[in-house]
T-cell receptor
């Protein structure tokens, strides 16, 4: 039973380039959350998505960041025109459908983005 | 503002000892309180979680104590082992929503 999968695990981008981070939730999970962890800091919520819907994007920076979770395929976190301050570990978590009564969020291994 | 406050920032405990980490929250609408364990370079792993209708939950060497009136909850790691050396995060959420994390506690278990 595969866990949450994220790729790439490491990503290096130059300032001004685009970064695309992918997340495949656990089998049977229909809810995806993205979190960011800056060096030596805690985890900060970015966005919460269901298939084809953004449920809560209150943690997303207003510019350059976007997220989607299409009907088919992985969830994508997209960062346009990256800056050095975007360097961080980006984690995806997934949880089951609400009618299963489960609150757990299971995290993937993360994508470590380095902006040079 | 930080909705979940965690202490201590770091903790050193001898093998076999008890590690205790505390968290306090402000939002009384929170209805789910998990603890995560994170090793360097890895993703957070769900350790144990509690709902506010329960005052204590135990799984193996890990116990959550929950005090609804004080808006506090804590993690106790019994018989701490060197393999428990990691960073521990408490969190809280409402209605299956986003997790709001504490700042983390780095635990070092000495042999």
């Amino acid at each position: 039973n595969a866990g949450v999968m994220q790729n790439p695990r490491h990503l290096v981008r130059r300032r001004g380039q685009e970064a695309r981070l992918r997340c495949s939730p656990m089998k049977g999970h229909s809810h995806v959350y993205w979190y960011r962890q800056l060096p030596e800091e805690g985890l900060k919520f970015m966005v919460y998505l269901q298939k084809e819907n953004i449920i809560d994007e209150s943690g997303m920076p207003k510019e350059r960041f976007s997220a989607e979770f299409p009907k088919e395929g992985p969830s994508i976190l997209r960062i346009q025109q990256v800056v050095r301050g975007d360097s961080a570990a980006y984690f995806c978590a997934s949880s089951p459908a609400r009618d299963r009564g489960s609150y757990e969020q299971y995290f993937g291994p993360g994508t470590r983005l380095t902006v040079t | 503002q930080q909705q979940v406050k965690q202490s201590p920032q770091s903790l050193i405990v001898q093998k076999g000892g008890i590690s205790i980490i505390n968290c306090a929250y402000e939002n009384t609408a929170f209805d789910y309180f998990p603890w995560y364990q994170q090793f360097p370079g890895k993703g957070p792993a769900l350790l144990i979680a509690i709902r506010p209708d329960v005052s204590e939950k135990k799984e193996g060497r890990f116990t959550i104590s929950f005090n609804k009136s004080a808006k506090q909850f804590s993690l106790h790691i019994m018989d701490s082992q060197p393999g428990d050396s990691a960073t521990y995060f408490c969190a809280a959420s409402r209605n299956w929503g986003k997790l709001q994390f504490g700042a983390g506690t780095q635990v070092v278990v000495t042999p």
